[in-house]
């Protein structure tokens, strides 16, 4: 007869092992860099001050709307996950979890994280929700069939700057979208380098599973290095915009751009190395400048 403890125990691994599973559907960890960025908008925003009420539910909402998107992928891949080493753990891929689970699961996740972004604002709900469909039903197909994939993803990837900035719209900033529309650029231009760099590091993989991420279809070129330093010299006029809109101050200027300088810098490195170490190296740098800046920018908010 099997012992009490054995039981429970049993039970709570079962438990646990789905908790994880439900993580890993959403992402967790790309998610929260993606709604840190929706926070900081929100916080960067006209009368709008730390309220942590407020943060907490408009971080919730943007996890639920994110995590929803991310499960949508991971469904509608699932076969392609299950060729690649780095995404054939993942419980669909895998088998642990069912489509028809992780369809459920992101339809109920993504109707509440939407339905709490309306209680911020009416256009916070309908970004997330465009957000949501252009992540899910636009850009996971496309990767297979064009690299244009990439300036499309590259705009859901973005839309949560602008969603934490109209989220401050009950506060009366309803008429000016200026700033959101900055926020927004920066993490659009971000983008490129930053995925550019995953896409070269993980290029066989990618090229197994059928995915067209690269600039150029012959893989990893002189062409997409190139690109890569066309992007991250771009984000130089961008940084400097934060300050011009009186946003952020001056300080936060310098250090935004010591941070485009750095990811010019390391994306010129790229080009005349031309390995992957060199690609790893913009990809961990990426990471580390989107935390950076939109930290300074709020350190410094006017």
Not at 185 to 195: D, E, G, N, S, T
Request: with cysteine; hydrophobic share 55%; aromatic share 14%.
């Amino acid at each position: 007869m099997q012992d009490k403890n054995d039981i429970s125990g049993s039970t709570s691994f079962v438990l646990a092992s789905k908790v994880k599973d439900y993580f890993l559907l959403t992402k967790f960890t790309l998610s929260f860099m993606v709604v840190f960025s929706s926070v900081i908008s929100y916080l960067l925003a006209p009368n709008i001050r730390f309220d942590l009420i407020q943060v907490l539910l408009l971080f919730a909402g943007g996890m639920l709307v994110t995590g929803s998107a991310n499960a949508i992928n991971q469904v509608l891949e699932k076969d392609t996950d299950a060729l690649m080493n780095r995404t054939a753990k993942r419980p669909i891929a895998s088998g642990r979890m069912s489509a028809t689970e992780g369809w459920s699961f992101a339809g109920i996740i993504g109707i509440a994280g939407i339905a709490i972004m309306y209680t911020f604002s009416i256009e916070a709900a309908w970004l997330s929700a465009l957000s949501l469909v252009l992540y899910g039903f636009v850009y996971t197909p496309l990767k297979k069939i064009n690299s244009t994939a990439v300036l499309v993803g590259a705009i859901p990837g973005a839309l949560p700057c602008l969603i934490g900035w109209t989220a401050s719209f009950s506060e009366g900033n309803a008429n000016d979208w200026t700033g959101g529309w900055i926020l927004f650029a920066i993490q659009f231009l971000w983008q490129f380098p930053h995925f550019w760099a995953i896409a070269w590091v993980a290029h066989k993989d990618y090229s197994a599973a059928g995915f067209k991420l690269l600039p150029s279809d012959k893989g990893p070129t002189k062409f997409t290095a190139i690109q890569t330093v066309m992007y991250s010299a771009l984000m130089i006029p961008i940084g400097i915009l934060p300050y011009m809109y009186h946003i952020s101050g001056v300080l936060s200027m310098w250090i935004v751009l010591a941070c485009n300088i750095m990811m010019v810098y390391m994306s010129v490195m790229l080009l005349l190395k031309m390995d992957i170490p060199s690609a790893r190296r913009v990809m961990f740098s990426s990471y580390f400048y989107l935390m950076i800046v939109f930290l300074s920018l709020y350190a410094d908010k006017y």
